[in-house]
């Protein structure tokens, strides 16, 4: 079973940044890809941005993810934080379990982590 968790979410004032963080525990598994997603209150879930599992860095405008070496957690920096950056944040890890020999992908979401950014 492999299970994922955000943290790192809270009250933050416009202008400022945050890193969240997404990790991956478990046995028998590779990450493949991670996503983070938001859902900004009363709207549908969007893409944020996303890295490769064999990847260090990934820049998506205000949008930064990262691994550090040696951690199995990947971060989302936010920069220049605006009020409508506001919702929860969710980690999508797409991992590769070892299953009697064959590798199967599955898709494992985070419960979330509440963002709120004030004026």
């Known amino acids: 079973q492999v299970q994922v968790a955000e943290s790192g979410g809270g009250l933050v004032q416009a202008g400022g940044s945050l890193r969240l963080s997404c990790t991956a525990s478990?046995?028998?598994?590779?990450?493949?890809?991670t996503d983070w997603y938001r859902q900004p209150p009363g709207k549908q879930r969007e893409w944020v941005a996303g890295?490769?599992?064999s990847g260090v860095r990934s820049v998506t405008g205000r949008f930064t993810v990262s691994r550090d070496k040696g951690e199995n957690a990947v971060h989302l920096e936010i920069d220049s934080l605006k009020p409508e950056d506001t919702g929860v944040y969710y980690c999508?890890?797409?991992?590769?379990?070892?299953?009697?020999?064959?590798?199967?992908?599955?898709?494992?979401w985070g419960q979330g982590t509440q963002v709120t950014v004030s004026s």
């Open positions: 999508d890890a797409r991992v590769l379990r070892n299953i009697r020999g064959i590798l199967i992908p599955f898709d494992i």
């Open positions: 478990g046995s028998s598994f590779s990450v493949d890809h």
């Open positions: 890295m490769p599992g």
